[in-house]
């Protein structure tokens, strides 16, 4: 491997490389390294015209010794190149003065990465322990083939122009679904399925250790504990047996594990496994960081989003098991989301639609508002329905993306999906997801890129897969304090673990709340608060600085806080904010 900031006079082992007509090279500055190249190499090759090209896109010309520098794929500023040099070299091998195509010295070096990255993982294999060792190999595997796909998959996406918007029977209305009243045919239906929550995210950004499960949302109730009584009030009023599967992650795996022990008296059956467990690579080598596969190294390693659902959940077993056992729909949702219950009408549709072919794949979506402009949508692209991220669009056309006129849903990723359909594109290899590439900057300073994958990304690859927009309520998820204050206010009551819109709200919309800094952790974020404001008809809230607020205050139609640095503002107790801005000297003006 050669830097841009290699010794000008290094030339022989420069050359000893060059006589086999290529070299791995990681810079910085694309067009800095043009001119050193030339030192390098003025004396020794033919002047020739030199072409720099950035994802097949011609960059610039330099009359040079260099014949030309391609980018196999680039990451942060961070690129791969391949280096050949044409014309006769004083002292190449006879035989090795041969200019390949451009394919064929694209395939070489992608080669070369794919091989230097497969020694590495051969050797973390051998440091993990006996029993782990087939766990470890079906992770490496599923990492390569996804390295591989990053290596070949240069380029968006999506072309732009081959995106449709959907026809109308791509998107089904939820009041469409007829609602199965026969309480036999319920069950029936509840017994076939399995319900999947996503639970591999840490509190972290909500200043909390753990999983993000474990966190207290209501009454004392964390959200495992809403997830766990909302199944064990279904399998008790239809005498069903709906298993709950929690797909943990490395970093949650342990402290869920000690916590599932306090259910063992309830009537839901709870199965555990563990998303993957990939290896982290440097941004410059392109090699994993990590020395070896046991010990606490954690940030060596990444759970890889949740598209890594399908092939964990058979690596575990557990997809076998279930079609064994007769079940053939799973629903998956994230645990963070309070809206994503067991719905029966979507159930029975993926069960008995009214006409034509059972879908394989149902994601549910809902309406666009101003604060979902950033949500995955759904469109069409050659022919079939497609997730279509932020991430994806061309940064000209991102405004048009974030247009609530011309996409008009997005993404709650709650999704219904056929069992045997999950283990039919396993089998057969069809199953393919966009890669998110994510880049990140450790403690130590060492910059990393994570390849991930998203679960609903999956749709394509099922057959008549087709989208419901559902009710705003079915997404409710809890990411900020913002979001707790709401689930936590009296704009919801609970039952069995359900969140319910107090049906004193006025309009069925949850109002816009917006936090500052202050509020940031859930221990500051209770402790401003003596009690939770009464926000039955509030529309808008915007807190910034050190704001607390005693008990028993109410907020009505839009109110916003603002404490100057160095000022702070106590809302006393009983208080009645009314369409008022309160600034940092404690004025009161009607908004």
């Not at 050193?36 to 040079?64: E, G, M, W």
């Not at 059972?358 to 309406?367: G, H, K, L, S, W």
């Not at 849903?409 to 359909?421: C, E, G």
């Amino acid at each position: 491997m050669i830097s841009s900031d290699m010794a000008a006079n290094d030339l022989n082992g420069f050359l000893l490389i060059a006589q086999t007509h290529k070299v791995c090279m990681q810079v910085n500055d694309v067009m800095g390294l043009i001119p050193a190249l030339n030192d390098l190499l003025t004396s020794h090759a033919a002047p020739v015209q030199p072409i720099v090209r950035h994802h097949n896109r011609l960059v610039s010309p330099y009359t040079a010794p260099v014949s030309w520098l391609e980018l196999s794929g680039g990451v942060l500023g961070h690129c791969l190149f391949s280096l050949r040099v044409q014309g006769p070299v004083e002292g190449f091998v006879k035989g090795h003065n041969r200019t390949p195509s451009d394919a064929e010295f694209r395939e070489l070096t992608l080669r070369d990465a794919r091989e230097s990255l497969h020694k590495e993982l051969e050797k973390l294999r051998k440091t993990a322990k006996p029993e782990l060792q087939k766990i470890v190999h079906n992770e490496f595997d599923g990492f390569e083939r996804l390295f591989d796909r990053f290596l070949h998959e240069t380029g968006p996406s999506v072309d732009w122009e081959k995106i449709k918007l959907l026809p109308p029977d791509a998107v089904k209305p939820y009041t469409e679904l007829p609602t199965p009243e026969n309480k036999l045919a319920i069950q029936s239906l509840l017994n076939k399925l399995v319900v999947l929550k996503l639970n591999g995210g840490l509190g972290t950004s909500m200043g909390c250790t753990g999983p993000k499960s474990l966190i207290s949302v209501r009454n004392e109730l964390t959200f495992l504990d809403l997830t766990v009584q909302q199944i064990e009030m279904l399998n008790k009023v239809y005498d069903t047996d709906v298993p709950l599967v929690l797909m943990n992650s490395f970093n949650t795996d342990e402290d869920t594990d000690k916590i599932l022990r306090k259910y063992a008296q309830v009537k839901v059956k709870i199965y555990t496994f563990n998303q993957s467990r990939y290896p982290r690579i440097n941004r410059e080598s392109l090699l994993p960081i990590a020395k070896t596969v046991s010990g606490t190294d954690h940030e060596a390693y990444y759970p890889p989003g949740h598209g890594d659902v399908y092939e964990s959940f058979s690596n575990s077993g557990l997809l076998s098991q279930f079609l064994e056992q007769g079940k053939e729909f799973v629903f998956v949702s994230n645990i963070d989301n309070l809206g994503a219950q067991v719905d029966l009408n979507i159930l029975n549709f993926l069960a008995c639609p009214e006409k034509g072919t059972p879908p394989e794949f149902v994601m549910e979506v809902t309406d666009k508002t101003r604060a979902d402009v950033k949500g995955g949508t759904l469109v069409l692209y050659e022919g079939k329905l497609r997730l279509l991220e932020i991430a994806q669009v061309p940064k000209d056309r991102v405004d048009e993306f974030k247009s609530v006129s011309k996409f008009k849903i997005f993404n709650t990723n709650n999704l219904w999906i056929r069992l045997k359909a999950i283990h039919r594109i396993l089998e057969d290899g069809s199953l393919h997801m966009e890669i998110i590439v994510n880049p990140k900057t450790l403690d130590n300073g060492v910059n990393v890129i994570q390849l991930e994958t998203a679960v609903g990304a999956a749709i394509k690859s099922f057959d008549g897969a087709i989208g419901i927009n559902v009710p705003r309520h079915r997404f409710l998820p809890v990411k900020t304090t913002s979001d707790l204050l709401i689930i936590m206010s009296n704009l919801y009551s609970l039952k069995a673990g359900a969140l319910e819109m107090n049906p004193k709200r006025s309009f069925p919309s949850v109002p816009l709340v917006k936090l500052g800094t202050s509020f940031k952790k859930v221990k500051e974020f209770l402790a401003r608060f003596a009690s939770i404001p009464d926000m039955l008809d509030l529309d808008h809230l915007t807190v910034s600085g050190d704001v607390t607020f005693g008990k028993g205050v109410t907020l009505k139609g839009t109110v916003i806080i603002i404490a100057n640095h160095g000022d702070r503002i106590d809302i006393p107790t009983g208080a009645i904010l009314e369409n008022k801005i309160v600034s940092g000297n404690l004025r009161i003006l009607d908004h």
